[in-house]
């Protein structure tokens, strides 16, 4: 025993490290997920993660993406963020130095998908979130120029609070609006700030802007405010685990105009959570399971085949982010973060899902239109589109 | 003029929640001088159990208050004897240590069990009264009253019976309670099992004002819970049942004029302000240290 001994581990040590890291070269396209899988939005994590299964299990029974006259297949490695900012940006961490992953997909909320895209985009890897709709996921926190290595398969806030706004002036022909949102989070934010604006450009009046913090059960004091300015229509650009607290509560304060959600409500956890205290109400959204084009429709039934329930926009966002990686390896033609990064930033249009999309170089931001739906009898129903 | 009442049975309503948990609080640390950390996640399991009754075997109020109120009582009674118990004789820390490891275990034991928030199918009938603008709900005016009536119960049992009188006297003097043939044992367990068994009447009446629940829950509200018991005199229980009312109102009150990001942060330096000219509390009073 000696040096000679802490020598030999020291070898040994070093010997077990190289072949680990030789080992995990293979044959396989590896694209990493981060999802919510716990933490307060567990239902978005399931969601992606099921889409994710589901959109490899398709790619790979048809034999992989072809590459250079060889088909490789698709590994998934999905990680839990846990519903936490620093373990979004961990697990990107862990994904791409340690399982060395071509891409990632993921987190979703735009809280989480903040910090993750900042390691990937410092580690020049690509990342497609799902469902971020905030402008600063895909721009630089300290340039404002646009990020380059991350993407969103969905549209963006201002988009969201423009469209929403001209629906209340235009549909409701509302003129007094109140708004309540989590001022801790960045989407809701951002969305009520730009609802604001669009409003009150468009000759509306705001009465009442009031703000909570996440996890708040109790919105009392605020909504008695929200009551005494009586506005026509309540504007909650909120997460579907809050909505049904708020407006539950507001009915019990004698509160009865109609109340206005983003796409934050499209969870089929709202219908369950609201236990019918939501019918009637409209939201902005990605997609409509009830006006589906034919591509869509095969989506919705083998998703429904596989998990039993009617894909939400987070599963179709997932499905589509999948659908644009896998065009890109095929352009790019080869297994490299660079090029597929080029090949990602100008897809000329790609017909998802959700709709079509395009991508320009210069914006992680995809243009495409958004569609407003109601909830009738617990469902989502089409109500209206809205085009950029 | 409406809408100061509105706020005030809104700070009503909250309060009296707040007002129960600190009961808990502070009648484990009357009497075991230990500050039972895991008493917020019972709160969550009597909000779970609420659920369960409910949604699993379609109770109606009452049977699910019952089994919300005896379920926590007996987890209280079981924490007791399994963690706390044994610790007894050791440092207080240990046991504050212990209290926190089994309020983690609760609360990943419900997450493990199901993830997703969960809703509380309302189990009181939707009614709200409208006078000009002032509203209240049923749900409202039974949250308070059942927290009035609950307290008035606990302060009889306290003073009036025996088993309260054998409480005062081990927190008086636990070495020498036993000399005079008071069973120890049997009345901590008691306690636990009145203190949780409140708390878990918070968790449901919280369920029901707040219906979406999840494992998380119970810590933040414990933790406002404990504050109000400070405040209040820990170990006193009138003390606990102001202290529960003073926060509502504060977090409403700063809800109503500022926005609400500003609440807990005012909630928490009130304490430090309140602690530094009263240390003990608004009821509680020095004691000496015999040595």
């Known amino acids: 025993m000696g040096q000679k001994a802490v020598f030999g581990i020291i070898l040994l040590a070093a010997a077990v490290a190289f072949t680990g890291c030789g080992k995990s070269d293979s044959d396989s396209i590896k694209v990493g997920v981060i999802a919510e899988l716990t933490g307060d939005v567990p239902a978005v994590g399931a969601s992606c993660r099921n889409a994710a299964e589901m959109a490899v299990k398709e790619l790979n029974d ?280 080029d090949a990602l930033s100008r897809i000329p249009n790609y017909d998802g899902v959700t709709g079509k999309m395009q991508f320009q170089e210069g914006s992680g931001d995809p243009i495409k239109s958004a569609v407003i739906l109601q909830i009738k009898d617990g469902k989502f129903v089409w109500f209206a589109n809205a085009n950029p | 003029m409406f809408y100061i009442i509105q706020q005030t049975l809104n700070a009503l309503q909250l309060g009296s929640i707040y007002a129960l948990i600190a009961l808990g609080y502070t009648m484990v640390y009357g009497i075991l001088t230990m500050i039972n950390f895991a008493h917020g996640d019972l709160f969550m399991v009597g909000a779970f159990l609420c659920f369960v009754a409910a949604t699993f075997f379609h109770m109606s109020f009452i049977p699910a208050l019952l089994l919300s109120i005896l379920g926590t009582a007996l987890l209280g009674v079981v924490i007791e004897k399994f963690a706390y118990k044994p610790l007894r004789q050791a440092p207080r820390v240990s046991a504050i240590i212990t209290a926190l490891g089994v309020g983690i275990f609760l609360e990943n034991f419900t997450l493990a069990l199901n993830p997703y928030p969960r809703f509380i199918p309302p189990l009181v009938c939707n009614l709200t009264w409208t006078f000009g603008e002032l509203s209240f709900s049923l749900l409202q005016v039974m949250i308070i009253t059942l927290s009035v009536i609950l307290m008035l119960l606990l302060d009889f049992t306290v003073r009036r019976t025996m088993v309260g009188m054998a409480m005062r006297a081990i927190s008086w003097d636990k070495s020498v309670a036993p000399l005079m043939g008071i069973p120890v044992n049997r009345i901590i367990s008691a306690t636990f099992a009145i203190g949780t068994g409140l708390g878990g009447a918070a968790g449901m009446m919280y369920g029901l004002a707040y219906p979406v629940i999840d494992p998380y829950m119970g810590i933040m509200v414990g933790w406002k819970a404990f504050i109000s018991a400070v405040v209040g005199g820990i170990g006193n229980i009138r003390g606990a049942m102001i202290g529960g009312f003073i926060l509502g109102a504060v977090e409403i009150l700063v809800a109503a004029f500022f926005p609400s990001t500003y609440r807990d942060f005012v909630a928490f330096a009130l304490l430090l302000v309140l602690l530094i000219f009263r240390p003990h509390g608004i009821l509680g009073k020095p004691h000496a240290q015999k040595v």
């Open chain 1, 62 to 341: 048809a034999g992989g993406i072809e590459i250079g006259g060889k088909k490789y297949p698709v590994r998934i490695y999905i990680e839990d963020n846990a519903g936490k900012a620093d373990q979004s940006a961990s697990s990107a961490q862990k994904l791409i130095t340690q399982q060395r992953v071509l891409a990632i997909i993921g987190p979703n909320a735009s809280r989480y998908a903040i910090p993750a895209s900042e390691v990937a985009e410092s580690a020049k890897t690509a990342l497609i979130t799902p469902w971020s709709t905030t402008p600063k996921t895909t721009l630089d926190a300290k340039t404002n120029a646009p990020k380059k290595y991350v993407f969103r398969a969905c549209f963006t806030d201002p988009f969201q609070g423009r469209v929403v706004a001209k629906f209340v002036l235009e549909n409701l022909k509302a003129k007094k609006a109140a708004v309540l949102y989590d001022v801790a989070s960045e989407y809701n934010k951002g969305i009520a700030e730009i609802f604001k604006e669009t409003f009150e450009k468009g000759g509306g009046r705001i009465v009442s802007f009031e703000t909570y913090t996440t996890n708040d059960k109790d919105f009392s004091a605020q909504l008695t405010k929200i009551k005494k300015a009586s506005p026509d229509v309540i504007f909650l650009p909120n997460y579907y685990s809050e909505v049904p607290l708020q407006i539950q509560q507001a009915k019990r304060l004698g509160i009865s105009v109609p109340f206005i959600g983003s796409d934050s409500w499209g969870s089929a956890e709202l219908v369950k959570l609201c236990g019918g205290d939501c019918e009637g109400y409209y939201f902005s959204t990605h997609y409509a399971a009830d006006a589906a084009t034919p591509a869509t429709r095969k989506f919705i039934d083998g998703y429904k085949a596989k998990y039993g329930v009617v894909p939400d926009d987070v599963a179709a966002l997932t499905y589509d982010s999948f659908g644009l990686l896998f065009q890109a390896v095929k352009t790019a033609g080869k297994t490299d973060r660079q090029a597929v990064r």
